[in-house]
């Protein structure tokens, strides 16, 4: 760089000055990569350095008659006795401050400044703690947060989400190597057939219109050429089945272990997977959101070459179809007790009892290959009522309502892979739905689309590019410390009888944790073994995805004759993601990679944020084993009933006091309560997660050490555990999201995960001197664990 054109005075050229140390970088990566010329222009343009422009010599001044050593000393001269007299006038100052009352229990490391600036933009301080905590921890993220167009809420996991977004784009377009593996290459072919637009342009309508015509034509779209004599609703499933569509949309169909012998697979049969929630089908055709659905039915039929008046006429009737699918649904309500949706029947008595089915042709056509069925075959239906209710509904329904209906639903899943033309329409039945205005942008989608059909291959790329190891030890040593306080827990509680205490002490020590990633995803051979049966190209993005269901309903079905492997390192080898999960099937937790970063942890921050982040969502994940629905299930999986009479009697008096505190809460822009029957089992959890956390990092403290507090941040270590729990939370919605989530939901707003749990906690009022009969220390308080 000092050789060109330093020794002689340029013409000088407007621009921004860099620093010496910017210059060079961009040098440095001009020489590293000599085919870049944008890096040099970048250079011209920001510099006074000139490349190549006119220039003339003058007489040389003392600075240029020194050789370039000289020079070269002389600055780093200047530089050192510059640095020198910054680093004594730094020190005295800090002396100075010293003396006016220096705190020796503060943490000045970079990581302890950035969090706590995170903190003190997130916060409102001019709110009282004991008024409203989440106010006070979350105001300032309220205040300056706006939501993108293309997002439908911002809170903590939006963050992370967007971070992991921008590392699995890179992973997924690296350049493939000769000798890539081949579920790598597969990501990237679906990537490449997601983001060739012009290929997903020329094709036009034509690959779903050529599918449609397959499942045996959609009667609005063919009109009287429709023949109504051809079609038959299990003929439909059977074809559906064959090209890779849902089965569920008359019954659901699936294979799933054993609730009450989770050593073994078995068939599930339920009600329908709807096309839009029964919450809001069973208000009637006149609801605002059903109204919305409608319209979009209606407008997709008409793109794909409907008349419109015949479009709305039929769609009509098989919107009311699908809305007493709804009726004859049981709500969530009513499915949160596992035992009442245990019906084991053979094939024989299925067939006996609901006849105008030939269940067995019907379960050997949609296992196909994969495995076959007898009359002896054991099936467990969930709703027994819903299959009678649908054969009298399929006997009462025209056929060509029927077919509108299911045709409708293979189109609705098909319309993110197609044009844009036809996709605005249905950003615009999002906008109505949950608020927002824009796509995110489509290298967006197609990640998203990618890890999450592709999610062991992309889990691979992220692990082996992306997760510090780190985390997982530390991850690991706070789960033991947080099972170890709810075993304490469990010890303690007066309202449970010694025999159903030592089974739920059992439950716990017996609770297995799935942390970060399994090692698998680190061997090709196994990801190669996976993927071995799946093909995709990137010149047909709908083919791809059709293949892609195909390719899970097979591995899916396949399972039915092998035994179940609680550890299967398949079943938890999705760690790009940021969330937490508990089975209880498996009696397990499980944290993937994706969440042990940015706000949630950090090894180079105090103890206390991390326990007030991730481990309250891994007390969340312990707590979900004894919530209304996990407490059905026994230390092996199983689904019993292990609880005393009187003792189950005192949980569900307490379960109670749970439903009735959140039922009260009011969220005030959208004039909705939350539902305290469907959210029961995560506000459980959010109490006994919070509270376990708590005590862990207290333990933690007595073997350790008191930690220093926060530059910038009068609050004491126990106090600023609450404010990282409370940080976790703090989210911003749009209005027509809040009341999706309040409507369909079974986790509470983020403003009453923090409410709630921290109200309800003795310790919480002590740490910030609430007083008694404020808003957050009521006098009534609620607690299961």
């Given amino acids: ?28 990566q001009r020489v590293a990569n000599p085919i870049a010329p944008r890096l040099d222009a970048q250079l011209e343009t920001q510099t006074n350095v000139n490349f190549g422009y006119p220039c003339f010599v003058r007489n040389p001044t003392w600075w240029k008659r020194r050789s370039t050593l000289e020079r070269g000393l002389t600055v780093i001269a200047v530089c050192g006795v510059l640095l020198c007299i910054a680093l004594a006038v730094a020190l005295g100052v800090l002396a100075a401050s010293c003396k006016n009352g220096c705190d020796e229990d503060m943490c000045t490391t970079k990581e302890c400044i950035y969090t706590a600036s995170r903190l003190l933009k997130n916060m409102d301080p001019e709110v009282e703690p004991c008024d409203d905590f989440y106010d006070f921890a979350c105001g300032g993220f309220l205040k300056s947060t706006i939501i993108p167009d293309d997002k439908t809420s911002v809170n903590t996991f939006t963050e992370i989400s967007d971070e992991l977004q921008n590392q699995l784009r890179t992973s997924i377009e690296e350049k493939s190597a000769p000798d890539e593996p081949k579920p790598f290459r597969l990501a990237k072919n679906l990537y490449k057939a997601c983001m060739n637009k012009t290929i997903i342009e020329q094709q036009g309508l034509d690959p779903l219109l050529n599918i449609l015509q397959k499942l045996g034509g959609w009667p609005v779209l063919e009109g009287n050429q429709w023949n109504e004599s051809e079609f038959n609703w299990k003929e439909s499933v059977y074809k559906f089945r064959q090209m890779g569509y849902s089965v569920d949309y008359f019954i659901d169909f699936s294979i799933g272990v054993d609730l009450k012998n989770s050593t073994k697979r078995t068939i599930d049969l339920d009600q329908a997977a709807l096309g839009l929630s029964r919450e809001y089908l069973s208000k009637g055709f006149d609801d605002k959101i059903v109204q919305a659905y409608y319209s979009y039915m209606t407008d997709i039929a008409v793109i794909l070459g409907a008349n419109k008046t015949d479009a709305k006429n039929e769609l009509r009737e098989s919107l009311e179809f699908e809305m007493k699918l709804a009726n004859i649904s049981l709500p969530n309500e009513k499915r949160r007790n596992a035992t009442l949706l245990y019906n084991p029947m053979t094939v024989r008595e299925l067939t006996k009892t609901y006849s105008s089915v030939p269940w067995k042709e019907y379960f050997n056509t949609l296992l196909a290959p994969s495995a076959q069925v007898d009359e002896e075959e054991v099936v467990i239906v969930s709703v027994p009522n819903y ?27 098909s319309v993110s892979y197609l044009t844009d033309g036809i996709r605005k329409r249905q950003l615009q039945y999002s906008t109505a739905l949950s608020g927002k205005t824009e796509r995110e942008p489509r290298w967006k989608e197609c990640v998203d689309t990618v890890s999450g059909s592709l999610a062991i291959s992309v889990g691979a790329m992220y692990v082996r590019k992306y997760f510090k190891e780190d985390a997982k030890k530390n991850a690991v040593e706070m789960v033991a410390d947080i099972r170890q306080e709810f075993t304490e827990i469990l010890k303690k509680v007066d309202w449970m009888d010694e025999e159903t205490r030592k089974s739920a002490l059992d439950k716990a020590a017996s609770m297995t944790s799935h942390i970060a990633y399994p090692d698998e995803l680190l061997e090709d051979k196994k990801l190669e073994q996976f993927y071995e049966k799946l093909e995709l190209t990137t010149d047909n993005y709908l083919e791809g995805i059709l293949n892609l269901t195909l390719f899970g309903v097979e591995y899916s079905f396949s399972k039915l004759r092998k035994p179940v492997n609680k550890s299967d390192w398949v079943t938890h080898g999705r760690p790009a993601i940021v969330n937490a999960f508990y089975s209880s099937i498996e009696n397990s937790i499980q944290f993937p990679a994706g969440i042990l970063q940015g706000a949630f942890f950090s090894n180079d921050r105090p103890k206390y944020m991390n326990y007030g982040a991730i481990g309250f969502v891994i007390g969340h994940e312990i707590t979900h084993g004894f919530d209304d629905q996990g407490r059905q299930f026994n230390k092996n999986g199983n689904l019993v009933d292990w609880w005393a009479p009187q003792t189950k009697e005192k949980y569900l008096e307490k379960a109670e006091c749970i439903i009735q505190q959140y039922g009260n809460y009011t969220v005030e822009d959208v004039g909705l309560n939350l539902n305290g029957i469907n959210t029961q089992g995560e506000n459980i959890a959010d109490n006994g997660g919070i509270k376990e956390a708590y005590l862990a990092y207290q333990k933690w403290v007595q073997r350790n050490h008191v930690e220093p507090k926060l530059p910038g941040l009068p609050y004491t270590p126990k106090q600023l555990f609450w404010m990282s729990a409370a940080n976790t939370w703090c989210s911003k919605y749009r209005p027509e999201a809040m009341k999706l989530r309040i409507t369909t939901g079974f986790h509470s707003p983020g403003k009453f995960r923090v409410l709630g749990p921290l109200s309800n906690m003795e310790e919480f009022s002590k740490d910030f001197n609430c007083p008694l009969g404020s808003k957050m220390n009521p006098k009534k308080k609620c607690a299961v664990w």
């Fill in 1 to 28: 760089m000092a050789s060109r054109g330093l020794a002689i005075d340029c013409e000088e050229r407007p621009g921004v000055r860099l620093s010496l140390e910017e210059v060079n970088t961009l040098e440095l």
């Fill in 387 to 413: 299959i009678a209710s649908l054969e009298k509904l399929l006997a009462a329904t025209p056929k060509r309502v029927q077919a509108n209906y299911v045709m409708w639903r293979a189109a609705a899943s």
